[in-house]
């Protein structure tokens, strides 16, 4: 069979899997008539009118999230025929880093063009590529594979969206030509240029406020100053402890230069809310951190002086113009292979990316212009405990190419290559598992997983205890548009059906919005976890029923039974191929059957066999994670690690996944 046809049997399968026909009486005959319900998008008016049409006698498919879930359902879709109900989820037959290829090329070319000579030496893309795809183009990169399936799906059928503007609606649209798309510059120049002299002023604004904000961290830098030379660099956020305690745990002992960026005033980052500082402590982000292995400080982020502040903001003023210039004069249109994307919807978050990303990006070049007068970065090494952003790309670039070594640290596991994430300015990335590695520009090492600590288990109890651990609501669902919230009601139905039976314990994410797990949490018959540290949840856990999140890995490696909860679009995507069927369920009847089986064979010895053959899978023969000082060991010499000058060369590690 042609690959092609492989793939084509393999969506229909999957598709079959994933739909229901509520009314017993509705035909098998295929509908050509589909409704589309957006992520985040309000079932209700999809199920409205899939009524008029069922009422009309035409048969007709609704798909959405969650819509297969009865209690989605109105009482009247068991009653009249001719109702087809289908997962979104389900189309997706592509991992994401395959279906996005040519929109991260367009994205490349597109960033040379309107960035071109912004910052002498550099390409457009080599500072704002990966940020543009991940500020403009997020949704449209999780909505892609997606999309991709139904155009191969429902290209001849009438299609039709209860929210026109949705980028995955635009982007369906493009593949099928279902509209000609309007090439005219002037109402997009219009419009763009308006939104960029207000993003303009409003820049201006907010980054004053930073620069005033943080001077007092300007002040506490100069005031440490430098007692030493050091080989080993970590750039870290000074606000955002939990993105920089691996880090600060992975060269415990060491002798290291520390690199602030962002914000380095007072007050820590609001984890639901990452623009709102709580507090008036300086620097909590750099907790556990002991101040006798730094060598020296120094900020990428905020120039050294009012002056060169100044500097800045007339740097930014003119690129801001210019960049603004060119991408009216580009037009609507983004060529994605043989199709076209309108670039209307993306307008706003485009413009975002030509002001404040572009403000933060000038005050970064001046301020790590500044470190390199003062520092030699030649045969060091920088671990960067994220690398994506705009400005921080700008500091990567000029700091390898004054021969400095980067790499950047992935922060959790996404178990597959992900669009835009990787993809970092940094020459290598530190990923925590095997199946997040690719061959690519950037090279992949292995290592750094921080694990949790093993307490000491609780005594066994009467009832069998069950953790389970979410993600579904993250904050960062608003820009990605994944809309998940269903599945998390669909997840914890399991605690519903088994309430009375094991005793429940629900940990959300510690981003996931509150708005989403408080109702969801108000009588339910389990535990909320919130604040707690993870170890301790772990230790008081018998078995833990997950969505695909970092916590999975701690889990396994603290020999506990996993269960998994995937979405349609994961079930056959390399992040679940490490599990065993038995493990991994999406309807919560399904996992209620499995979790009774793991908790029937809780004394067997056999157990952990499937959790086994997953931590071998993702960390190798040893079933055991890489320490980020075995990982980045080869960089820089075991000299390095012990605070003593090595040297360190640049491009001769070998990509490497033990």
């Not at 930014?316 to 249109?333: D, E, I, Y």
Request: charged letters at 20%; proline letters at 7%.
């Amino acid at each position: 069979m042609a690959a092609a046809d492989q793939r084509s049997a393999v969506a229909h399968e999957k598709l079959i899997r994933y739909t229901v026909r509520p009314c017993l009486r509705t035909s098998e005959a295929r509908p050509n008539s589909v409704i589309l319900v957006p992520p985040r998008g309000n079932l209700a008016p999809g199920f409205e009118m899939a009524k008029a049409k069922v009422d009309a006698g035409i048969a007709v498919r609704l798909v959405g999230i969650g819509v297969t879930l009865r209690k989605a359902w109105p009482s009247w879709v068991t009653e009249i025929p001719g109702l087809w109900l289908t997962e979104l989820t389900a189309y997706r037959t592509r991992t994401r880093w395959e279906a996005t290829a040519p929109l991260r090329e367009s994205l490349k070319a597109l960033a040379d063009e309107i960035f071109v000579e912004a910052f002498p030496g550099l390409r457009g893309s080599e500072v704002f590529y990966p940020h543009i795809g991940m500020r403009a183009f997020a949704a449209t990169a999780f909505v892609m594979p997606i999309v991709i399936g139904l155009a191969e799906q429902h290209a001849g059928d009438s299609v039709i969206c209860t929210e026109s503007e949705w980028p995955g609606f635009v982007l369906y649209g493009a593949f099928v030509g279902l509209s000609p798309l309007s090439r005219s510059k002037l109402p997009w120049a219009a419009r763009l240029s308006t939104l960029a002299i207000l993003g303009w002023a409003a820049s201006l604004v907010r980054i004053a406020n930073m620069y005033v904000r943080s001077r007092v961290g300007l002040d506490e830098i100069r005031r440490r100053g430098s007692r030493g030379i050091p080989r080993l660099w970590v750039h870290m956020f000074p606000d955002w402890f939990r993105i920089n305690a691996p880090l600060i745990e992975g060269i415990r002992g060491n002798k290291i230069g520390v690199l602030l960026h962002g914000y380095i005033g007072s007050g820590e980052r609001d984890e639901a809310q990452l623009a709102i500082r709580r507090g008036g402590e300086l620097w909590p982000g750099l907790r556990g951190l002991d101040g006798e292995q730094v060598d020296a400080w120094g900020t990428t982020s905020i120039p050294p002086s009012l002056g060169q502040f100044g500097a800045s903001c007339l740097r930014f003023t003119k690129n801001c113009s210019l960049a603004t210039v060119r991408m009216c004069q580009h037009g609507p249109l983004l060529k994605l292979g043989a199709h076209e994307l309108d670039l209307t919807t993306h307008a706003y978050d485009l413009v975002k990316h030509l002001t404040i990303d572009m403000a933060r990006v000038c005050m970064a070049d001046l301020a790590t212009s500044d470190v390199l007068r003062h520092r030699a970065f030649r045969g060091t090494t920088i671990l960067l405990a994220g690398a994506h952003h705009a400005d921080v790309a700008l500091m990567v670039r000029r700091l390898q190419r004054a021969g400095a070594t980067t790499i950047d640290f992935a922060h959790g596991w996404s178990g597959e290559p992900m669009p835009f994430v990787a993809e970092p300015p940094s020459r290598y990335r530190c990923v925590w598992t095997r199946t997040d590695a690719i061959d690519s520009d950037t090279r992949f090492v292995v290592g750094g997983m921080a694990t949790a600590a093993r307490l000491g288990r609780l005594p066994a109890s009467h009832r069998t205890r069950v953790l389970l651990l979410t993600n579904y609501a993250h904050r960062d669902d608003v820009v990605e548009q994944t809309g998940l919230d269903p599945y998390q009601d669909e997840l914890l139905e399991i605690v519903r059906l088994r309430g009375r039976q094991y005793a429940f314990r629900w940990r959300p994410h510690p981003a996931d919005r509150p708005e989403a797990i408080t109702p969801a949490a108000t009588g339910l018959p389990a535990e909320l976890s919130r604040g707690r540290p993870l170890a301790e949840d772990l230790a008081w856990a018998d078995v833990v029923v997950s969505t695909i999140s970092t916590a999975v890995l701690e889990a396994l490696v603290l020999d506990l039974p996993v269960l998994v909860h995937a979405t349609p679009d994961l079930e056959d995507a390399p992040v679940v191929a490490p599990f065993s069927p038995q493990r991994v369920f999406f309807y919560a009847t399904d996992g209620v059957r499995k979790l009774d089986a793991i908790v029937n064979a809780l004394s067997a010895p056999d157990l952990l066999k499937p959790e086994r053959q997953a931590l071998a899978a993702l960390f190798g023969e040893t079933g055991r994670p890489r320490s980020l000082a075995d990982a980045i060991a080869p960089f820089i010499g075991d000299a390095a690690l012990t605070g003593h000058s090595t040297s360190g060369a640049d491009t001769n590690h070998p990509f490497t996944v033990p």
